[in-house]
C-alpha cells in the first residue's frame, strides 16, 4: 500500500473504447447475468475506468474510457488485468475532534457490509472541459449518499490517493462543521425524504484502535495516514 499526496490530478477523457477486454465481452456479460441472480438490485450503467495511469510531480496522469458497471465488476473479479486501472473519489470527512465519518454499506449493494468514506467512481457528471473532476465527483458521491452539500471552506489539505492493487483512491480531507450526531440527523432526514437506501448506517472512528475489520484496506490506510498526522 502506498499513500501519495497530490498536488493535483490530469485525467483526461477519451472517445476510444476502453482496451484489452473487448475480447472478453462474452465472459463479462455472463459474469453478469450470474452475479445479479442473486443481486437484482444491481444497475449496469455508464462506468470509466483508466489506462496510462502514474504519479509524476506530484499529479495523478491517467486516461479516462467509457464503460459500464458490468464491465468493472468483472475486472475487480477476475485479478485486475494488467494495463487498466479503476480511479475513485473519496471524501475523508473528519470532525472536530479529530474523529472520522465512514459509512456502512447495506446488504444488497455491490459492497455488502463494507465501511469506507463517502466515495464513487466518476460519471459524466464529473466531466469538466474533457476532464475528471475529483473536488466535483467527491461533492456529488457526498450528496447522493448522505445528503450533505460540500462547502468550499470545508477542504482541509491536499488530495491523498491510497494506491493498491491497481487502484488509484483520491481522498479528499474534509472538516465537517458539525458533530457526528447532528450530521447523523442530517443523514436520517435525507434518507427519509430520497427514500436512498445503499447506505446502512454511518460509522464514526475515534482512534487507528477502532478501524473496523470491515474497511478495505485502502480506506484503512487512509484512516491509518491521518491519524498519524494529528500525532505531527
Same mark, same amino acid.
Given at each position: ?41 444491481? *444497475? ?7 489506462? /496510462?495511469?502514474?504519479?509524476?510531480? /506530484?499529479?495523478?496522469?491517467?486516461? /479516462? ?9 468483472? *475486472? ?6 494488467? !494495463?487498466?486501472?479503476?480511479?475513485? !473519489? ?7 475532534? /479529530? ?23 466518476? &460519471? ?15 461533492? $456529488? ?45 442530517? *443523514?436520517?432526514?435525507? $434518507?427519509?425524504?430520497? !427514500? ?12 487507528? &484502535? ?23
Amino acid at each position: 500500500m502506498m499513500i501519495h499526496q497530490l498536488e493535483e490530478t490530469q485525467l483526461v477523457l477519451s472517445e476510444q473504447p476502453l482496451p484489452h477486454l473487448e475480447d472478453q465481452a462474452s465472459q463479462i456479460r455472463s459474469y453478469w447475468e450470474h452475479i445479479t441472480q442473486k443481486k437484482k438490485h444491481l *444497475w449496469n450503467g455508464e462506468f470509466y475506468m483508466f489506462t /496510462g495511469v502514474n504519479i509524476g510531480n /506530484g499529479t495523478l496522469h491517467g486516461t /479516462g474510457h467509457k464503460t459500464d458497471f458490468a464491465t468493472f465488476i468483472y *475486472w475487480r473479479d477476475h485479478a485486475r488485468r494488467q !494495463g487498466i486501472t479503476h480511479i475513485t !473519489g473519496t471524501t475523508l470527512p473528519s470532525f472536530s475532534d /479529530g474523529s472520522l465519518l465512514a459509512v456502512k454499506m447495506a446488504d444488497h449493494t455491490a459492497n455488502p457490509g463494507k465501511i469506507y468514506f463517502p466515495a464513487g467512481s466518476f &460519471d459524466s457528471h464529473d466531466i469538466v472541459q474533457g476532464q475528471f473532476d475529483v473536488v466535483r465527483n467527491v461533492q $456529488r458521491e457526498l450528496k447522493e449518499e448522505i445528503g450533505l452539500e460540500l462547502k468550499q471552506d470545508w477542504i482541509n489539505g491536499a488530495l491523498q490517493t491510497a494506491q493498491i492493487d491497481n487502484a488509484y483512491h483520491v481522498g479528499l480531507p474534509l472538516r465537517l462543521p458539525m458533530s457526528f450526531d447532528e450530521l447523523k440527523g442530517i *443523514w436520517q432526514s435525507f $434518507r427519509r425524504l430520497d !427514500g436512498d437506501d445503499e447506505i446502512e448506517s454511518l460509522v464514526q472512528i475515534g482512534s487507528v &484502535d477502532e478501524i473496523p475489520l470491515e474497511m478495505p484496506p485502502y480506506a484503512a490506510a487512509l484512516c491509518r495516514h491521518h491519524f498519524a498526522g494529528l500525532k505531527d
